[in-house]
Each structure stands twice: as C-alpha cells, then as structure tokens.
C-alpha cells in the first residue's frame, strides 16, 4: 500500500520536533515531492525582546526583537539546496504569531508581554523529498561544520546517520491513526459575542478611515478538548475535508501547528517578492 506523510511523520518523528509541507502549489517547487523535516539540530523560542536557542541540552538567550535574531541566525547557515525541489532549502521553518507584527511595526495598543511566545522555528538535520506516486524518496542530512579539519569526520557521521535513517524509512508501514470527531459548542471558549464582535467591526472601520489600514481580518477563535486524540488524525482530517494548494503540519516541544489554505500570502524567489492574497 501507498505510505502516506502522516505514517512517515509518524514513525520518523514520535514525540520528537519536525514538520511536513505537502500540497499542490508547494508541489511545483519540489516536483511534486512532499517534504519531512525531523531530527532536530536547533530550536529557536522567539519573544518580544530576546529567544531562546537551543541545541541539545544547552539553552542559550539572544537578545534582539524576532525578525533580527532570525536574520541574524540565518546569516550563519549555509545549507545545500536538493535536487528534488530547488526553490526548497534546509533552513529554518517555523512560524511567527499575528501579534509579532507589533515588535517591528506601530500598533496602536500593541504592547505585549516580554514572556508571551511569539514564534518557533527548527532546523532539521534529515530532510525527506518523498513522492508518494512513484514511493521514492530522496534524503538529505545536514551536519554543521565548524572546522575544515573536523570535515571528514563530519562526512563519515552524516554517513552513518543516513544508513540510520534509511533503515526507519524501510521499516515504515502504514498504521492506523485513531480519533474522535471535534465537538465545539458546549466545550467552546473564548467565543466573540455578537456585541463584541461588533464592536471590533466598527473599530477596524475608524483604523481604514484613518488611513491605518487597508484590509482587516477579524477572527473568531473556537476551542475544543484535544482529549487523546492524535495531531496527526486532526491533520488527516483537515486535509481530506478541505484539500489546499498548502498544507502543513508542525510541532516543537508542546505545540503542533496544523492547517491548509489556497492562499500564498508572501514567497521570495530570485529576488523578488510575491504577494497572492485572497
């Protein structure tokens, strides 16, 4: 039988940090390869005033607003592009929250918390290019390099690493993902009230009036018990109810991220920035 992502993720990465991209529109940048990122080499907790990296055991705080430590962080990674995707690099993938955009722009009561957590990322040591069409797989392993003369002992681990890592991707089978249907309504919390809603309607109005803005997204936030159920079932779920262009699925520590959307919001490539949104 096919193997899915879900069951590769899932025997690739049991409780540990990594991520899947799959979907159409990201499919034209790896020829239709899907991409699985695991074993961890960095993790960055990005907040309002400093992050946290860590590597290993160690935890090391670096000063900076988010965006500035991401630069200056990617500044030092010098990763290979793959054969299977070359718009697709083995650098950091992650996330940044909504409320970060008050650390580099002007937003009128936008003050947040020096500990609220504003974003993850997470460099990957194994990178998998997997076609589920053709069940072939390329596989990438990225080892960082601090001194010429440590090369070929680098080489020869990253070697025993990928012999390791192609025996898990041999041993993958297909295996159920068990689950329960959401259930909002009685366990929602944190649900805009009409008068409320309403009220952030109007204020979004005076913010375009104002010349503040030009587009406002209001959100309405749902929230159920995730109770015992799998991330990766929510994630197969999702993807069979509303198949997108994007797709995603990440998870660091004790937060998972999962959605999919038709929409590119922003893609750099050659120099140039894209914008499609909806």
Not at 59 to 76: A, I, Y
Not at 167 to 186: K, M, N, Q, S, Y
Not at 220 to 243: D, E, H, I, M, W
Request: aromatic share 8%; hydrophobic share 40%.
């Amino acid at each position: 039988p096919t193997l899915t992502a879900e069951a590769l993720l899932q025997r690739l990465a049991p409780g540990n940090s990594g991520f899947l991209l799959e979907g159409a529109a990201f499919g034209e940048a790896t020829e239709g390869r899907m991409v699985i990122g695991v074993d961890p080499l960095l993790r960055l907790q990005l907040f309002a005033k400093y992050a946290l990296q860590m590597i290993g055991a160690s935890c090391k705080r670096l000063d900076g607003k988010p965006l500035e430590v991401l630069q200056r962080r990617l500044d030092t990674l010098r990763c290979p592009q793959s054969k299977a995707g070359q718009r697709v690099c083995g650098k950091l993938v992650g996330y940044l929250d909504y409320d970060a955009v008050a650390t580099w722009e002007r937003v009128r009561g936008g003050s947040l918390p020096e500990e609220r957590l504003l974003g993850e990322w997470i460099l990957c040591r194994s990178l998998i290019f997997y076609d589920p069409k053709t069940q072939t797989a390329e596989v990438v392993c990225q080892t960082p390099v601090r001194k010429r003369r440590d090369a070929a002992k680098v080489y020869a681990a990253a070697l025993r690493h990928l012999e390791h890592l192609l025996r898990r991707l041999e041993d993958c089978r297909e295996e159920a993902l068990t689950g329960e249907p959401v259930v909002f309504g009685a366990a929602r919390r944190d649900a805009v009230v009409r008068q409320e809603y309403m009220g952030k309607v109007s204020a979004a109005k005076q913010y375009i009036q104002a010349g503040d803005a030009f587009q406002i997204v209001i959100s309405q936030p749902f929230a159920a018990p995730a109770g015992v159920t799998s991330p990766l079932y929510r994630y197969r779920q999702l993807k069979q109810s509303n198949p997108s262009p994007y797709m995603f699925y990440f998870f660091a520590g004790r937060r998972t991220l999962l959605g999919t959307s038709p929409e590119m919001l922003v893609r750099v490539l050659d120099g140039r920035a894209y914008s499609r949104p909806i």
